[in-house]
């Protein structure tokens, strides 16, 4: 004989609907949008990987100032490479942004076709995708650059420019500014030798089989060739961020939705015990009744579990079916729309069937059974008694009686409901949590912005392209006549203009990737950087510095502190002592005078590498200039966050808002059936809907106003913990988690509407709560 | 002194035996003893009516038969065998297979009918007696796809008598199975457990505290301060249709 208790469930499931509907959807949103995110992640991540293969995506790139032989050329491949022409121009368009055109490569870094066509003639051209979208280029526009003018064949993705860097040691790269295009050999010769960029890419031979091997493979590479050519740049494939940062993104947006997923499974897992509980409170006399009848725990354990279970398992076998379609299509496009990927291919995912579906499955299953498990333990008699105290409550806890009496009563409900309550506040303060990322991502990247433009030590900065010869460390004559050479190229009779010098070491921290610190070398007495070395030098030993305000705040750094850095390919390690901060969010960056710099460095006092500026500077030779920091330039990082972050962070918003309102919900919803009996009795005594409102309804808006309060003040140090952890881990450079007062007020406000929804819903409840419900029970 | 009356008086060799039963709540100075040392036996099939004023110890009693409470002292033999002995799953079991319960308070399942409440207890059997008899015997055939709040308290009352008989229990344990209803459906529960005692042949053990109903038991047990006052087999029985209060 089947149990007929299992008769009850599908009646159960119809007189709860509303809770168990806003637990499914909640599940069913959670889980479409991991799963799918999960797919579109795993899919592309095989695209990803794939690519290397598939399109010959290069092992390196170096760049020369002049065009090289083929007797230079095959002197370098000797070595166990193949070296490959990959030259561009840089074309700045008239809509501002810059295009960086290659030659269509049909042997390395080959074009993946998005849409569209090659381009055929000399005047057309196929671009970036996602440089496309960003600026509403279609298919058959004309680009103008002024003096050339392309029409637009086809959409393309370069497999050696998953994310858009034009520069490999920017911040972030800038999908709006920059992007990538290829057209025909035709036209790519068409342009002159001055305008072409002599990038070479190179494949080995043979594969080093590990990442040390590549690294030992490329630092004798980058001597060799140094023999045979002189290097303006040399960029191996793995420190190439064009190439590998979006298969590093990637990992970590994953970790990040699955923690996600985990937390809010656990929060519904214990909003599911606290209602059983509450349900087995409420069954409490028929429990006893159905033990002493000889039912077994293990038995009525089963039976309270299957509802729980069912709506978990189709939540997520649901979720999964809108994973697969609906939401890995705006997965996909999230990735789209942040990266520029080639062609994508679903792949079927059992790590994301097992991540989405057999986990919160099996979560769900252990806290129920624990949660069940443990209130079932009770003997028959005391359910049958209705004791279902694990402990004798030892004493009442006194109120006096000058308070009055209907906050007395209120305070009485608070008590008795303490778990519900403490389970609303660990849900208030993830839901806030959600809600602060949400909708503090936006005004933080704003306030970064602002912050940014009144920030710049000088409206231009110049960093100029040194000739890799300079700092020969085989022949100083060779050195230095590349340095007198350099000098005189660079002159400028902008009156405005202070040079500097710079030099970029890597941070040594265990906790997170290494991340470049750049150093100035600043002239005595400059117009724009208002340090006064004078205290310092000598005393330290000449290891005395400043650091910019955005690398104390990210590494926590004070004066006194000591920072070890080191040589980015080399193992040398240099130490610093922290003199002051200086006021600059603009970079991680640390100042010292420039002699201080040369002499560090043994790059002599006339060595400069760039110049601050108060207007452009327009005589020097562009070849030379390496990157122009500018406002623009300092505020990509924010751009390119807004670009391929802004619909996500909506989509965040409306889910913290939804497990807000589905807590909020369930849990209130939870205190009025709790005391279902009570608020039947008081009506019985005379008392009014409105007065029982005040009562039951105002007990849990005081919980929730308080418990608004103060997560909002906790999230607020959580994030920004959480926020200093993502950019030490995952970010280089530092935005700090700053924002105005009136985020808090407006987060309060949603938090507040939403439960006036919550509290509406609950004061019909009230209403409905018959009369005869106290009298049915007292039987 | 016969054989039967040693038997009688110390409960041994009877279907159900309770020997020495103590049973006190609290610790210290509110410690209060509950049972001081209840000897009993009940033969098989017998109607035993358990009387008292409240706080006698008469429900205490009851549930330490019935395997849902602990006794400081003493035991329960069921048919040879002591309940006492046994661990929670076996208690479990043996409740499951051999006691069937009877509430003031019905307990009914809200959300099944009346039938499904009587499957309930019919799961609990590998031999369960035949549903639509027994709701024609609790006269409630009419009524088996009502829900509980459809019903009248006697109705309800009904189901939950054949929720603990459809099992067909070797003892049926009702805690003040009238304590709720009125006078005329009272009597008609009486007739009712009467007649399943009759039909069936259970052991009923029945605690009360309206005394008109000892008239129609077997064996009448008088208790008061945790202590058998009084306890007689009664010769002279009448049916549950003549009592009156």
């Known amino acids: 004989m089947r149990n007929p208790l299992n008769k009850r469930l599908p009646r159960e499931l119809k007189s709860e609907v509303g809770k168990y509907l806003v637990i499914f959807v909640l599940l069913v949103t959670l889980i479409g949008f991991v799963s799918g995110f999960l797919i579109a992640d795993g899919s592309m991540r095989i695209t990803y990987d794939e690519s290397f293969e598939k399109y010959n995506i290069e092992d390196g790139y170096f760049d020369l100032s002049k065009e090289m032989t083929e007797n230079q050329k095959t002197a370098i491949e000797t070595n166990g490479v193949t070296v490959y022409e990959n030259g561009y121009v840089e074309e700045p368009l008239e809509n501002g942004s810059t295009l960086r055109i290659f030659q269509n490569r049909d042997e390395v870094d080959r074009v993946c076709l998005m849409e569209g066509m090659f381009p055929d003639e000399e005047d057309e051209i196929a671009i970036d995708r996602m440089y496309a979208d960003n600026n509403q280029v279609e298919i058959g526009d004309i680009l103008n650059s002024g003096?050339?003018?392309?029409?637009?064949?086809?959409?393309?993705?370069?497999?050696?420019?998953?994310?858009?860097?034009?520069?490999?040691?920017?911040?972030?790269?800038?999908?709006?500014?920059?992007?990538?295009?290829?057209?025909?050999?035709?036209?790519?010769?068409?342009?002159?030798?001055?305008?072409?960029?002599?990038?070479?890419?190179?494949?080995?031979?043979?594969?080093?089989?590990?990442?040390?091997?590549?690294?030992?493979?490329?630092?004798?590479?980058?001597?060799?060739?140094?023999?045979?050519?002189?290097?303006?740049?040399?960029?191996?494939?793995?420190?190439?961020?064009?190439?590998?940062?979006?298969?590093?993104?990637?990992?970590?947006?994953?970790?990040?939705?699955?923690?996600?997923?985990?937390?809010?499974?656990?929060?519904?897992?214990?909003?599911?015990?606290?209602?059983?509980?509450?349900?087995?409170?409420?069954?409490?006399?028929?429990?006893?009744?159905?033990?002493?009848?000889?039912?077994?725990?293990?038995?009525?354990?089963?039976?309270?579990m299957v509802l729980p279970m069912v709506v978990t398992a189709a939540g997520a076998v649901i979720?999964?079916?809108?994973?697969?379609?609906?939401?890995?299509?705006?997965?996909?496009?999230?990735?789209?729309?942040?990266?520029?990927?080639?062609?994508?291919?679903?792949?079927?995912?059992?790590?994301?069937?097992?991540?989405?579906?057999?986990?919160?499955?099996?979560?769900?299953?252990?806290?129920?059974?624990?949660?069940?498990?443990?209130?079932?333990?009770?003997?028959?008699?005391?359910?049958?008694?209705?004791?279902?105290?694990?402990?004798?409550?030892?004493?009442?806890?006194?109120?006096?009686?000058?308070?009055?009496?209907?906050?007395?009563?209120?305070?009485?409900?608070?008590?008795?409901?303490?778990?519900?309550?403490?389970?609303?506040?660990?849900?208030?303060?993830f839901a806030n949590l959600l809600l602060l990322f949400g909708m503090g991502l936006p005004i933080v990247l704003d306030h970064y912005q602002e912050n940014i433009q009144q920030n710049l030590i000088s409206p231009y900065q110049y960093m100029l392209r040194v000739p890799t010869s300079i700092l020969s460390e085989e022949s100083k004559v060779k050195s230095l006549l590349s340095m007198m050479e350099f000098s005189r190229a660079v002159e400028t009779d902008n009156e405005t203009a202070e040079a500097f010098s710079a030099y970029s070491l890597n941070t040594t921290s265990e906790i997170c990737d290494s991340e470049e610190i750049l150093l100035y070398g600043i002239q005595d007495n400059s117009r724009y950087v208002s340090i006064d070395f004078s205290k310092i030098e000598g005393d330290k030993g000449g290891n005395g510095v400043y650091i910019s305000s955005a690398y104390a705040d990210k590494y926590q750094l004070r004066p006194g502190d000591s920072i070890t850095l080191k040589e980015k390919y080399k193992g040398d390690t240099y130490k610093f002592c922290v003199e002051g901060i200086y006021d600059y969010i603009g970079a991680l960056a640390m100042f010292m005078p420039k002699a201080q710099l040369g002499q560090i460095f043994d790059m002599g006092n006339d060595y400069?590498?760039?110049?601050?500026?108060?207007?452009?500077?327009?005589?020097?030779?562009?070849?030379?200039?390496?990157?122009?920091?500018?406002?623009?330039?300092?505020?990509?990082?924010?751009?390119?966050?807004?670009?391929?972050?802004?619909?996500?962070?909506?989509?965040?918003?409306?889910?913290?808002?939804?497990?807000?309102?589905?807590?909020?919900?369930?849990l209130s919803k939870l205190v009025i059936e709790k005391n279902a009996q009570s608020i039947s009795m008081t009506k019985i005594l005379g008392y009014r809907n409105g007065e029982i409102s005040r009562l039951y309804i105002l007990a849990t808006s005081v919980m929730v106003v308080l418990s608004m309060v103060v997560t909002i003040v906790i999230d607020y140090y959580l994030m920004l913990w959480i926020f200093r952890q993502i950019m030490l881990r995952s970010m280089s450079g530092w935005i700090q988690f700053e924002v105005d007062s009136s985020l808090f007020i407006k987060m309060f406000v949603t938090g507040i509407l939403t439960y006036a929804i919550v509290a509406v819903m609950e004061f019909r409840k009230i209403q409905k709560v018959p009369m005869n419900e106290a009298l049915k029970n007292a039987e | 002194m016969t054989a039967r009356r040693i038997c009688e008086k110390w409960g041994e060799g009877m279907f159900l035996e309770i020997k020495g039963i103590r049973k006190s709540f609290g610790e210290g100075d509110s410690r209060v003893d509950v049972l001081k040392g209840i000897d009993l036996g009940i033969e098989k099939g017998e109607f035993c009516v358990l009387l008292g004023p409240s706080g006698s110890g008469k429900s205490t009693l009851l549930n330490i038969i019935g395997g849902i409470d602990h006794s400081d002292a003493g035991y329960i033999s069921i048919n040879h065998e002591k309940t006492g002995d046994m661990k929670e799953k076996k208690l479990t079991q043996y409740r499951r297979k051999h006691l069937g319960y009877i509430f003031q308070m019905y307990n009914l399942i809200p959300n099944l009918?009346?039938?499904?409440?009587?499957?309930?207890?019919?799961?609990?059997?590998?031999?369960?007696?035949?549903?639509?008899?027994?709701?024609?015997?609790?006269?409630?055939?009419?009524?088996?796809?009502?829900?509980?709040?459809?019903?009248?308290?006697?109705?309800?009352?009904?189901?939950?008598?054949?929720?603990?008989?459809?099992?067909?229990p070797d003892i049926l344990l009702c805690d003040e199975p009238t304590g709720a209803l009125d006078y005329r459906t009272s009597k008609e529960i009486l007739k009712l457990i009467e007649t399943v005692n009759q039909k069936y042949g259970n052991t009923i053990v029945m605690v009360t505290h309206n005394d008109a109903i000892k008239a129609m038991a077997d064996y009448v047990v008088h208790l008061k301060d945790g202590m058998i006052r009084k306890s007689y087999r009664n010769e002279n029985k009448i049916p549950a249709q003549e009592l009156n209060w």
């Open chain 1, 319 to 429: 979720g999964n079916g809108i994973g697969y379609t609906v939401m890995e299509d705006v997965c996909k496009n999230m990735y789209y729309g942040s990266y520029s990927l080639t062609k994508y291919k679903t792949t079927v995912n059992a790590e994301a069937f097992l991540i989405t579906t057999v986990s919160p499955f099996f979560i769900m299953l252990l806290i129920n059974l624990a949660i069940l498990s443990s209130k079932l333990t009770l003997s028959p008699l005391q359910f049958l008694r209705r004791d279902l105290r694990r402990r004798k409550q030892k004493r009442t806890i006194r109120l006096g009686n000058k308070i009055p009496f209907f906050s007395r009563f209120r305070l009485r409900i608070i008590f008795q409901n303490r778990s519900n309550y403490l389970m609303l506040f660990i849900g208030i303060l």
């Open chain 1, 608 to 666: 400069f590498s760039g110049y601050f500026s108060e207007t452009e500077i327009t005589d020097i030779n562009s070849k030379y200039i390496g990157s122009v920091i500018d406002s623009d330039a300092l505020t990509k990082v924010s751009r390119q966050l807004d670009v391929s972050m802004g619909s996500v962070m909506y989509l965040v918003d409306g889910f913290a808002m939804l497990i807000f309102i589905v807590l909020i919900y369930l």
């Open chain 1, 147 to 304: 003096s050339r003018k392309w029409k637009v064949t086809g959409l393309v993705a370069l497999s050696d420019y998953s994310a858009l860097f034009s520069k490999n040691n920017d911040t972030m790269f800038d999908a709006v500014k920059f992007g990538v295009a290829v057209v025909t050999p035709k036209a790519f010769d068409s342009f002159s030798t001055k305008e072409k960029n002599y990038r070479y890419s190179w494949v080995y031979d043979t594969k080093p089989a590990n990442e040390t091997e590549e690294n030992d493979t490329a630092e004798n590479l980058i001597k060799a060739i140094g023999k045979v050519v002189t290097l303006e740049a040399f960029v191996p494939q793995y420190q190439n961020q064009a190439i590998h940062f979006t298969g590093e993104d990637m990992g970590s947006d994953r970790s990040m939705m699955i923690a996600l997923l985990y937390i809010v499974i656990v929060i519904l897992a214990f909003v599911f015990g606290i209602t059983i509980s509450n349900t087995i409170t409420k069954e409490a006399n028929t429990i006893g009744t159905l033990r002493a009848s000889g039912y077994t725990r293990g038995e009525l354990v089963k039976h309270y």
């Open chain 2, 113 to 168: 009918t009346v039938r499904e409440n009587i499957e309930v207890g019919a799961y609990l059997s590998d031999e369960p007696l035949d549903i639509d008899e027994m709701l024609h015997t609790l006269a409630i055939y009419e009524h088996q796809y009502k829900l509980p709040n459809q019903l009248s308290g006697g109705q309800q009352q009904r189901t939950a008598i054949g929720r603990a008989l459809i099992k067909n």
